[in-house]
């Protein structure tokens, strides 16, 4: 059955147009053949409009579905396992979970014990810092947390990240009590940002950094991290302390003669072989992948060991010296909340946060997705926040989630958290038994280390394909990388950011429009490019227009069309074909118009209407065929040049061609 | 015929995929019907995929097509008209023509005297150099620039936003010549800005400032000005030197018992009233517009006559005083090209030139549609940009094109820019001759000009109507305007530009999707809220995605369709209905995908192969399938299982129900 165009209007005008429609609907079974019309929605009240906006942008999942309909004391359960998902896991724990959660947890904890050590140094904070935010954060995380293949503790980005910013601020050799009240205050600040944007369900906002810009920021991170690591590998006791590749490089060779230790140097050297030996091993055979996660302690334990025997320290080889022994002190009375560094250590914490996050549920979503369960961004959020707020009253630093230590813990084969429990268990047991042992570990093996693990971070696969698929894509992931190496981490963010985005708004100021033509003997109307087949309608222009009408496009889309309208004019008197009569604009893909995009339509209405050429629309969609009768233009352009399909509008004005197929 | 979809690869891979295409092709045409697969555009080279971008970006409007096929003389000559239209437009130029030219720039010319002497007091400069400022700019303007009706000279918003941005650093009181230096720095660097803009071709960057903000930004900058007046309309001597509406209300009540002058309101208000009448008759009466335009220079001269007679500046009544006799003096040298005002000179400078333009732009568009020629935007800028440059090095400020006098003189029946070159001539004659006439001139009567002028730049009409279609534009729209009276010109702009760009980010983040459901007895798809009776294909879901994906939405239309999926599934587990079986995704307005769109469907996948649904594409555009087929998507889901549109892929899925149509 036909459909009235009215929305039912109250005044005189409206009625007037309903009547017109109700005639005009006799007439549209015929002339359309199938007898519809552009339908209109009912009109939703301003406040039903805003609900449903918020809804969408913040509550997109849903989260009160599952409360509907229950008791209340069901319901109050239900939310604890929201906040506390071990409550609802827990319940079906079994034996056969646990041996793989412990095999897992023992694996990435003999990963994370040397690495915790390292990366606390790229952070410029104490040994033991690094530990520490190894055993509580994860034990918050194993109880809030709902992915079950993250791997929770410093990462190497973060602490990169943490360690130059912070040292702008205060020197960390000078004053290090100062340096890590601050670097509390920026891990309590990270944790707050972390569960507010949680919290505010504003999690969309880390998606404004693309795919993209992630792989090229990774990528020169590692480099610059990797860098970094050449103090501890050559020995050399005067670095420079900016991370861009100018002034490291700088500084490795202007130390060349007189700053390198070729004790550690051999050290470092034969141990990184090693390493990466055993990641090729790991990486070949999926079965060895343990031989990959435990080299780093065997190496660190056979050096350690190795320097105490020869005392190769006493001939300059740098060692870690002295880890305190004991469990986390508390920290919270050291928090800056007040004085000139609690802006900067909110800046710092901010900063931080959002990168720890990304990283954290980009892992998050993808072990998920192997395992085929769904991570939950907002909640995730919280968990990750509560965890550094704990984290930065427990003398931890900012913890998230490893990409390397994840994905072993996933091959390793984790059932749940508690291989996060595992592991800090025996960082706990480390920190109150062994650490002393780890006082003649060479700094050059925890270089190796990093630099070993940081090489996995740069994915040339991914920024192959980027460049295939998308070469502005591509280019973004290209800023962020020599952004990060060639100048410092946040600027390397900056540039990530302000590409993507730029990218979206040329996308939205120059969209495509593409000319149709009809496909012989179907009523389909194509774009003539993708389908050279399609073949034009004498004396009708059939155009698409390829994305909403904004004020930011639609001078360009009236213009663009009216080009369409010329090119397509002089090819026609050359050819000597029929006159442009009809102008038909398919606004499928317009899923919005605003005020200015109106105005162009108008416009592009009078231009027409000064060359003798009718303007006839296709297909509206439903915020569209409102907006234009808002503003009255469909009035303007009469009602009857409104048609369901561009085979109607066809049908219509140019009946011979359709008759013809 | 149908059409394989192989592009001719040359690896082993795709020969396979090809032959096994050509397989699918014979049967294809018993599966469509019409036998049509989806078309894959030839592949452009990296060169030309980068040239066509930038020339859609940049050269949108093929500026060199006219060159084309032409003797070298010709196109010289061609180009010097670009660059001056005059040379074009004078060859035809005729008496007739000067008849309304002349009219039209003597009605503007007396609108202009009184106006240019009240803006320049609200850029706090001496009145002649708003007098200079209706000089030079127009003559230089009707050589090179292209729109008919436009009247150029000093304007209300960009004085008040130059008086407000130059008084931060300079006081016009104690320090005169440097602030007139530094403003006509700022002029020089507000024409380079806008000569670059349009010499690179940057146009489009202006769009960017959305028609609702403008609207908001005008009305806020119309009522602070209006606000500012009641300095001269009140007569009060110490009056605040913020902008804001707190500020000025504050200055007035303090000013109320010893600061306010009778004699000067008398004369303001009556002349006030006299201009109201003035303006309302003229636009309530078209032929009588006149009234309006010549009420301003009647009410300086009486009243004028009246301070002289009466010798009210001996009450208090404040008067203009002295206005220098005689043209334009060079200043050239005054510009300051090095030291500290550099750096100011230059960002007020580009700020008040792109208000500039966006204010000239608008208005020549406006006018070149109501008589139906084109305006060249970038062409139009250059010639704004030289005309602001060679204003600043002969005494003028920023003129750009004015609303008001625009108006007057298109209604004064203007035919070329040689109206503009008749009010110079009017203006210059003033400078030489009469201008120590004006020395009585109560500062009251400029007052009640000005009032009266901009309360024409608040456009209610216009503000109603974007409340009617948008209520985020509206948002835009009240942001600025209350950004503008309740703080500053500046911080109300900025507010425009972001709740602008936030609009689209918002847009871009969180795109509508729709259910499809067939219209009985048709091959049409749409969605079934906006049509009702649309039903849908048991066992198969159908969904719609309106927008590009990309990585900011990515993972919602991931998520979004798997909603839509859960929610169809539970209404039909309540109905007993067929499973699900296949979900089409109608990808018709996905104009664009990156990367990260990729990774959302190849997870979309998965979801769906766990849940056993097969999932269907229907009519990728020549982007996206290419960018599928780069990134391998299309081998992983399968070839047979993207379709031209959607009726073919419910054929195939789901014959039963099309047969029953």
Redo the contacts between chains.
Sequence with gaps: ?P?AVSDGGESIDTDVASRTSSHRRVDSVHQHG?G?NV???PKKS?FA??SDAVK??FF???PLRQYKDLPRSKKIWLGLEQVFPVLGWGRNYSLGKFKGDLIAGLTIASLCIPQDIGYSKLANLPPQVGLYSSFVPPLIYAAMGSSRDIAIGPVAVVSLLLGTLLQNEIDPNTHPLEYSRLAFTATFFAGVTQAALGFFRLG?II??????AIVGFMAGAAITIALQQLKGFLGIAHFTKKSDIVSVMKSVWGNVHHGWNWQTILIGASFLAFLLVAKYIGKKNKKLFWVSAIAPLISVIISTFFVYITRADKHGVAIVKNIKKGINPPSASLIYFSGPYLATGFRVGAVAGMIGLTEAIAIG?TFA?LK?YQID?NKEMVALGTMNIVGSMTSCYVATGSFSRSAVNYMAGCKTAVSNVVMATVVMLTLLLITPLFKYTPNAILSSIIISAVLGLIDYE?AY??W????L?FLACLGAFIGVIFSSVEYGLLVAVAI??AK?????????TALLGN?P????Y??V?????ATKVPGVLIVRV???I???????IK??IL?WLRDEEEQQQDQKLSKIEFLIVEL??V??I???G??ALE?LL??LQ?RKIQLVLANP???V?Q?LR??KFTDLIGEDKIF??VSDAVKKFAPKVVDNV
């Design positions: 059955m459909r199938h519809y339908g209109v929605p301003l409009e805003f969408e942008t997109a999942d849903d969309f998606e404004f950094l693309s795919h993209a979503r997705a085929g961004g991914s394909l980027i295939k698929v998308d070469k894509d993507s985005l979206i708004l040329l996308q939205v100021t120059r969209p495509r496909l003997r179907t009523t389909i194509r774009n490019e993708q389908y050279p087949d390829d994305s909403a904004y004020f930011t496009n639609s001078n360009y213009e663009r080009r499928s893909p899923i919005d605003d005020t200015s109106i105005h416009e009078k231009a000064k969609g439903p915020v065929i907006k808002s503003a369901l399909t």
